[in-house]
């Protein structure tokens, strides 16, 4: 007999409605899995059946074929067992088709019958096209986000045949635990003096420019990077959803149950490979650091120590927003909508930092600078250069501005971008910049006589420009880009590892 | 002697050129290409065997004993090693490529070899040079300091290299990164007296190769010299041999800015041996470039503190050139605030915020209008201020 269950698969950020299709007929005892079953989806054959064993059900000792539609879409993971289960019970005639009508599933199952959560219910729910879902029960508040009144859980297989065949009722959902919906952030407050690199952190946060700290150990570039995230504004409904789904694709917890409402902070150690960083792998197709801090903030600590492909891999990611990951065995789209935060030190030794301060060979600095690439580099709108504080600024017991205010002034700027109708200030086109940041004679002289000595590259202006129109919407002066406006955007683009060594020796004449 | 080099025009087909019409340059050269050949070893040779030709003959003809006992010790890998390499090498095809580069080559046996280096306790045996090695005549001036210099550093280096060439004084110096490239740059740009350049590697090659504009100047305006033939790359080893022979040619050795331990501070020994007058030129307590340079003052060197002080330790008169008036247009009253927070030690725009208190624009503004002014500059993020030029 034939017994159809739905149920979903992952693929990458993505769900794929998978048809369970179940067919138990006389012949030689067997099982076997068609449609490019994984092998964690193979092995469901053992979960199964030890599963319906333990509920007091009965192994079909018959021919049991089971076929994952659509065929030619590889299907994968445990989150198949529970429709395999009870299409086999239907397919075998110990419950009734009727019981299963409109009934979707999605859980692993344990030997000894319980229902277990799956990875990335999320994206799963959202595809299954039946009018209720049975997960496992610490699924059901993440799945009952996308798909509220369908979904429901229970403990064990048993419990679940009972409701399907009896008049037993689905158990209440389980209470959302209450937490504070304030992430807690490091606060800007803790930061004592730095004024400079405070400043940079909140032209980043309003105009979404990715920033670079360069600085000796112990100047603080990880603690302010750490304050960024708490500067940028909650995530809008939307953005909310679609950052849910990538993290619960990639098996993270989601926080208190539910969506994530605040900007990620990811900050991936520099041993990170560019799989990842980037997103991909052989078997699944994951998310990488890169994606799951997509509408936050991706921190790089240790720049130099990262992997100069890996770094490099992170190029088209930035500039487009998005992440083409391409496999043999298929490709996947992850959003790569970040704002990138860097630190390194500004050599091997980290010096003193100041010039004249470090004990390194030539050789050695240049290898280092080398790793980071020009082009990265060019991605950095903001280079702030850390010295360690003075101690009189350390020892003060003046507290700084606190996150909450400085977000204030951040939103603001945003709200401005939005009433000009354009993207935030770091992601304005040239042909935007034009009509958006136009500039006064005094800044065009300023603007001039930097290409003129060599400062700027023309990529280089346009940035400038778009971090101008920021410090300019951040002091409140609308129109036209002053002087001052574009020699502030000037010292905070500071090209911190200037004078890179060439490779070869070269012969005269 | 040095002219020889050039009276012989190099044939364009090496196999055909006689061995005996080779001019000694052609030899020194391939003598010094012998591994494990060393100023000291090639002195020896070249005393028992004055023409280099003969040299090469023993080596590949004549008794190793003989070899041996010149050397003063048996050494047979050694010796062995030469012997292939001199079985192995045709003398003209070497002397073809070295003579190519503009390399010339004198040895100390030779009359021509410059006599302050000849009555040295530790010489070199061959001296390879590209230019004109006469200008090594007149009055001479070693300028050296550390390769991470400050702005401080890069701009006094640069002033005494222009002053004392302009006074008739060359510059001794090493091509290297920071204060030496900074002396020669100032020499070079007054097209005054010639400068000198002491190098660690073959002639053949720049390094490092970012003076490689300057290292044609030199060459053009003085002489680049070095110890290591055509094609030999810098050992660690070539820098203080390099060092000794920078003191050895200098007058007198100034130091610019040094870190407490560098090959300043080993120039400055290898000056002490040979009695040549070390001056120091003071720098702030605060910063580390200047450790060297300050121990050496509290040692009881002679402060440098203007190029008049060098002159009079030459003995020649001050020069009496007063310097240049400023030309930089006068700092606003808020840029005159920036500059007196700045002080003569770089600092981070950060640091100059904390100092003053201003808001970021205010002092984005000024950093920006006084670097276009010519009063500061920035590297790396860093703020220094720059003297009167």
Same mark, same amino acid.
């Given at each position: 007999?034939?017994?159809?269950?739905?149920?979903?698969? /992952?693929?990458?950020?993505?769900?794929?409605?998978?048809?369970?299709?179940?067919?138990?007929?006389?012949?030689?005892?067997?099982?076997?899995?068609?449609?490019?079953?994984?092998?964690?989806?193979?092995?469901?054959?053992?979960? +199964?059946?030890?599963?319906?064993?333990?509920?007091?059900?009965?192994?079909?000792?018959?021919?049991? @074929?089971?076929?994952?539609?659509?065929?030619?879409?590889?299907?994968?993971?445990?989150?198949?067992?529970?429709?395999?289960?009870?299409?086999?019970?239907?397919?075998?005639?110990?419950?009734?088709? /009727?019981?299963?009508?409109?009934?979707?599933?999605?859980?692993?199952?344990? =030997?000894?019958?319980?229902?277990?959560?799956?990875?990335?219910?999320?994206?799963?729910?959202?595809?299954?096209?039946?009018?209720?879902? +049975?997960?496992?029960?610490? *699924?059901?508040?993440?799945?009952?986000?996308?798909?509220?009144?369908?979904?429901?859980?229970?403990?064990?297989?048993?419990?679940?045949?009972?409701?399907?065949?009896?008049?037993?009722?689905?158990?209440?959902?389980?209470?959302?635990?209450?937490?504070? &919906?304030?992430? *807690?952030?490091?606060?800007?407050? &803790?930061?004592?003096?730095?004024?400079?690199?405070?400043?940079?952190?909140?032209?980043?946060?309003?105009?979404?420019?990715?920033? /670079?700290? +360069?600085?000796?150990?112990? %100047? %603080?570039?990880?603690?302010?990077?750490?304050?960024?995230?708490?500067?940028?504004?909650?995530?809008?409904?939307?953005?909310?959803?679609?950052?849910?789904?990538?993290?619960?694709?990639?098996?993270?917890?989601?926080?208190?149950?539910?969506?994530?409402?605040?900007?990620?902070?990811?900050?991936?150690?520099?041993?990170?490979?560019?799989?990842?960083?980037?997103?991909?792998?052989?078997?699944?197709?994951?998310?990488?650091? =890169?994606?799951?801090?997509?509408?936050?903030?991706?921190?790089? &600590?240790?720049?130099?120590?990262?992997?100069?492909?890996?770094?490099?891999?992170?190029?088209?990611?930035?500039?487009?927003?998005?992440?083409?990951?391409?496999?043999?065995?298929?490709?996947? @789209?992850?959003?790569? *909508?970040?704002?990138?935060?860097?630190?390194? *030190?500004?050599?091997?030794?980290?010096?003193?930092?100041?010039?004249?301060?470090?004990?390194?060979?030539?050789?050695?600095?240049?290898?280092?600078?080398?790793?980071?690439?020009?082009?990265?580099?060019?991605?950095? &709108?903001?280079?702030?250069?850390?010295?360690?504080?003075?101690?009189?600024?350390?020892?003060?017991?003046?507290?700084?501005?606190?996150?909450?205010?400085?977000?204030?002034?951040?939103?603001?700027?945003?709200?401005?971008?939005?009433?000009? %109708?354009?993207?935030?200030?770091?992601?304005?086109?040239?042909?935007?910049?034009?009509?958006?940041?136009?500039?006064?004679?005094?800044?065009?002289?300023?603007?001039?006589?930097?290409?003129?000595?060599?400062?700027?590259?023309?990529?280089?202006?346009?940035?400038?420009?778009?971090?101008?129109?920021?410090?300019?919407?951040? =002091?409140?002066?609308?129109?036209? /880009?002053?002087?001052?406006? +574009?020699? @502030?955007?000037?010292?905070?683009?500071?090209?911190?590892?200037? %004078?890179?060594?060439?490779?070869?020796?070269?012969?005269?004449? | 002697?040095?002219?020889?080099?050039?009276?012989?025009?190099?044939?364009?087909?090496?196999?055909?050129?006689?061995?005996?019409?080779?001019?000694?340059?052609?030899?020194?050269?391939?003598?010094?290409?012998?591994?494990?050949?060393?100023?000291?070893?090639?002195?020896?040779?070249?005393?028992?065997?004055?023409?280099?030709?003969?040299?090469?003959? $023993?080596?590949?003809?004549?008794?190793?004993?003989?070899?041996?006992?010149?050397?003063?010790?048996?050494?047979?890998?050694?010796?062995?090693?030469?012997?292939?390499?001199?079985? $192995?090498?045709?003398? $003209?095809?070497?002397?073809?490529?070295?003579?190519?580069?503009?390399?010339?080559?004198?040895?100390?046996?030779?009359?021509?070899?410059?006599?302050?280096?000849?009555?040295?306790?530790?010489?070199?045996?061959?001296?390879?040079?590209?230019?004109?090695?006469?200008?090594?005549?007149?009055?001479?001036?070693?300028?050296?300091?550390?390769?991470?210099?400050?702005?401080?550093?890069?701009?006094?280096?640069?002033?005494?290299?222009?002053?004392?060439?302009?006074?008739?004084?060359?510059?001794?110096?090493?091509?290297?990164?920071?204060?030496?490239?900074?002396?020669?740059?100032?020499?070079?740009?007054?097209?005054?007296?010639?400068?000198? $350049?002491?190098?660690?590697?073959?002639?053949?090659?720049?390094?490092?190769?970012?003076?490689?504009?300057?290292?044609?100047?030199?060459?053009?305006?003085?002489?680049?010299?070095?110890?290591?033939?055509?094609?030999?790359?810098?050992?660690?080893?070539?820098?203080?041999?390099?060092?000794?022979?920078?003191?050895?040619?200098?007058?007198?050795?100034?130091?610019?800015?040094?870190?407490?331990?560098?090959?300043?501070?080993?120039?400055?020994?290898?000056?002490?041996?040979?009695?040549?007058?070390?001056?120091?030129?003071?720098?702030?307590?605060?910063?580390?470039?200047?450790?060297?340079?300050?121990?050496?003052?509290?040692?009881?060197?002679?402060?440098?503190?203007?190029?008049?002080?060098?002159?009079?330790?030459?003995?020649?008169?001050?020069?009496?050139?007063?310097?240049?008036?400023?030309?930089?247009?006068?700092?606003?009253?808020?840029?005159?605030?920036?500059?007196?927070?700045?002080?003569?030690?770089?600092?981070?725009?950060?640091?100059?915020?904390?100092?003053?208190?201003?808001?970021?624009?205010?002092?984005?503004?000024?950093?920006?209008?006084?670097?276009?002014?010519?009063?500061?500059?920035?590297?790396?993020?860093?703020?220094?201020?720059?003297?009167?030029?």
């Amino acid at each position: 007999m034939l017994a159809t269950v739905a149920s979903a698969s /992952l693929s990458g950020a993505q769900g794929w409605p998978v048809g369970v299709e179940v067919h138990v007929s006389g012949g030689m005892p067997s099982f076997s899995i068609v449609g490019l079953p994984d092998t964690s989806c193979r092995e469901a054959r053992d979960r +199964v059946r030890a599963a319906l064993l333990s509920c007091g059900m009965e192994w079909p000792m018959q021919r049991i @074929t089971v076929n994952l539609s659509p065929t030619g879409v590889p299907a994968g993971g445990a989150g198949l067992d529970l429709a395999i289960a009870l299409a086999v019970l239907v397919a075998s005639e110990q419950i009734t088709p /009727l019981a299963i009508t409109s009934v979707g599933a999605l859980a692993e199952l344990g =030997l000894d019958g319980t229902l277990r959560p799956v990875p990335g219910v999320l994206p799963l729910v959202d595809v299954i096209a039946a009018d209720t879902v +049975v997960v496992a029960r610490s *699924n059901h508040i993440e799945a009952d986000l996308v798909a509220p009144g369908l979904v429901r859980s229970v403990h064990t297989l048993g419990e679940l045949i009972d409701i399907l065949t009896g008049d037993v009722a689905w158990p209440a959902p389980p209470e959302a635990p209450e937490v504070a &919906d304030e992430p *807690n952030h490091p606060d800007m407050a &803790d930061v004592r003096g730095q004024f400079f690199a405070r400043f940079a952190l909140e032209v980043a946060a309003a105009g979404g420019h990715h920033l /670079l700290f +360069v600085g000796p150990p112990g %100047g %603080g570039k990880s603690m302010l990077a750490r304050r960024l995230v708490g500067l940028l504004p909650p995530l809008d409904r939307e953005q909310s959803l679609l950052v849910s789904r990538i993290h619960s694709a990639a098996g993270e917890l989601l926080p208190s149950r539910g969506f994530i409402r605040h900007p990620p902070f990811r900050a991936p150690h520099h041993g990170a490979s560019s799989v990842s960083l980037i997103g991909g792998g052989t078997a699944s197709m994951r998310p990488g650091e =890169l994606s799951l801090a997509s509408d936050g903030v991706l921190f790089l &600590d240790e720049l130099g120590e990262f992997g100069p492909s890996t770094l490099d891999a992170l190029r088209q990611p930035l500039e487009e927003g998005v992440v083409r990951v391409a496999r043999a065995h298929g490709s996947a @789209t992850f959003p790569a *909508n970040v704002l990138l935060v860097g630190a390194m *030190n500004p050599c091997p030794c980290g010096g003193a930092g100041s010039p004249g301060g470090c004990r390194c060979s030539e050789a050695a600095r240049s290898r280092y600078h080398r790793r980071i690439s020009g082009p990265l580099l060019d991605r950095f &709108d903001l280079r702030i250069t850390v010295a360690r504080p003075e101690p009189a600024e350390l020892l003060s017991t003046e507290a700084g501005e606190a996150t909450s205010e400085v977000r204030d002034r951040v939103l603001r700027v945003r709200a401005i971008a939005a009433e000009r %109708g354009t993207p935030p200030n770091g992601q304005l086109s040239p042909l935007e910049l034009e009509s958006v940041a136009p500039l006064t004679a005094g800044a065009r002289a300023v603007l001039e006589q930097a290409l003129a000595e060599q400062q700027l590259s023309a990529r280089g202006l346009h940035r400038v420009r778009a971090v101008s129109r920021t410090v300019a919407d951040l =002091l409140g002066d609308e129109g036209e /880009l002053e002087a001052e406006h +574009v020699q @502030t955007a000037l010292v905070l683009r500071t090209d911190p590892l200037a %004078g890179g060594r060439p490779r070869r020796r070269q012969h005269v004449r | 002697m040095f002219a020889e080099s050039q009276l012989w025009a190099p044939n364009p087909s090496p196999a055909l050129v006689d061995p005996l019409a080779l001019p000694p340059a052609a030899w020194l050269t391939a003598l010094a290409s012998m591994p494990g050949a060393g100023p000291r070893r090639l002195a020896r040779l070249l005393r028992r065997w004055p023409d280099p030709a003969e040299a090469w003959r $023993a080596i590949l003809e004549g008794d190793p004993t003989d070899i041996h006992h010149t050397l003063g010790k048996r050494n047979t890998p050694l010796v062995d090693s030469w012997r292939r390499f001199v079985a $192995a090498n045709d003398v $003209a095809e070497l002397w073809q490529l070295s003579s190519d580069c503009g390399i010339g080559a004198v040895g100390c046996t030779s009359p021509a070899f410059p006599s302050m280096l000849a009555d040295d306790p530790d010489p070199p045996a061959v001296l390879f040079h590209l230019g004109n090695p006469d200008v090594i005549a007149g009055p001479r001036v070693g300028i050296v300091g550390t390769r991470k210099c400050t702005r401080y550093g890069h701009d006094i280096a640069k002033t005494f290299g222009r002053d004392l060439a302009l006074a008739g004084v060359a510059v001794v110096s090493g091509l290297a990164l920071g204060v030496d490239a900074a002396a020669h740059q100032g020499a070079v740009d007054a097209h005054a007296a010639p400068p000198i $350049a002491v190098v660690a590697n073959g002639l053949d090659s720049v390094y490092p190769r970012r003076n490689r504009q300057l290292w044609t100047d030199v060459a053009e305006a003085g002489v680049v010299l070095s110890e290591a033939p055509y094609g030999q790359s810098p050992e660690r080893w070539r820098f203080p041999a390099r060092n000794r022979i920078i003191a050895a040619l200098s007058d007198i050795v100034v130091v610019v800015e040094s870190h407490e331990r560098g090959g300043s501070m080993h120039t400055v020994t290898e000056a002490a041996l040979r009695d040549v007058p070390v001056m120091a030129v003071p720098g702030p307590i605060h910063s580390s470039a200047a450790e060297g340079t300050n121990e050496l003052l509290r040692d009881g060197c002679a402060p440098a503190c203007s190029v008049d002080d060098v002159l009079i330790e030459l003995g020649m008169v001050a020069s009496g050139r007063e310097s240049s008036a400023e030309t930089r247009p006068d700092p606003t009253g808020q840029q005159r605030q920036v500059l007196d927070a700045l002080g003569w030690l770089p600092a981070t725009a950060e640091q100059l915020l904390g100092r003053l208190r201003w808001s970021v624009a205010e002092l984005g503004a000024c950093l920006v209008a006084l670097e276009t002014a010519g009063w500061i500059v920035e590297t790396n993020g860093w703020f220094e201020r720059v003297a009167r030029g």
